[in-house]
């Protein structure tokens, strides 16, 4: 890749946005508010805005290896709460994608050095749901079920933090697990029963 071409292509992008909109940046620069958090994952496949057709001050974006949302990463837990408490969000979207190498290596049985204890949250969705996919015969069909579960318990661990449930709780915030199919492009809505879920353990995570 010839770097430079990035910046001709940065040229391009500011005629095309001020030949539509001349006051674009204009606008850009007073401030964003997104009606959106988008937490996917860091493949070079799976660009959050191009995917949905959405563009700059629309969506505020955090991207991890396998679409996670660990409690102790301080990273997304920072983005959680700037985009739930600051910028007032009125969704959240878990996105995970089909053909995700981070869940697909976790499923391999490898020492990978330094992705160890991240991946090893993806082990623990595979130990949580063990039985269902110890019954799926077909390898690529059982790691795509993994990739849509964990996307559903990523969901859930947001569905545990404070921030997302005090503005559940004050207006109606509401988190969503999709899954992006880098094999034909569709975006699919997950339809998570997360009441049905987290019904047995808000006696644990629920906040007064």
Not at 100 to 112: H, I, P, R
Request: net charge negative; glycine share 8%.
């Amino acid at each position: 890749m010839d770097l430079k071409n990035v910046f001709d292509n940065n040229v391009n992008w500011i005629k095309e946005k001020l030949g539509t909109d001349a006051g674009f940046f204009d606008n850009l620069g007073k401030g964003q508010n997104p009606e959106l958090l988008y937490i996917g994952c860091s493949d070079s496949r799976v660009t959050a805005e191009d995917l949905m057709g959405l563009g700059p001050g629309e969506v505020f974006v955090h991207r991890n290896i396998a679409n996670m949302v660990i409690s102790i990463d301080l990273n997304v837990m920072s983005v959680v709460n700037y985009a739930v408490e600051h910028l007032k969000v009125n969704h959240v979207v878990v996105c995970g994608h089909y053909a995700c190498g981070g869940v697909k290596a976790a499923m391999q049985s490898a020492d990978l050095g330094i992705l160890n204890p991240w991946l090893r949250n993806i082990r623990d969705v595979y130990r949580l749901h063990r039985d269902e996919l110890n019954g799926i015969a077909d390898e690529e069909k059982k790691y795509d079920r993994l990739v849509e579960l964990n996307v559903q318990e990523q969901c859930v661990n947001l569905i545990k933090t404070a921030a997302v449930q005090k503005a559940y709780r004050d207006r109606g915030l509401t988190v969503h697990g999709w899954v992006f199919d880098v094999h034909t492009g569709k975006l699919i809505d997950l339809k998570i029963d997360f009441e049905g879920i987290l019904r047995h353990i808000m006696e644990i995570y629920h906040l007064d």
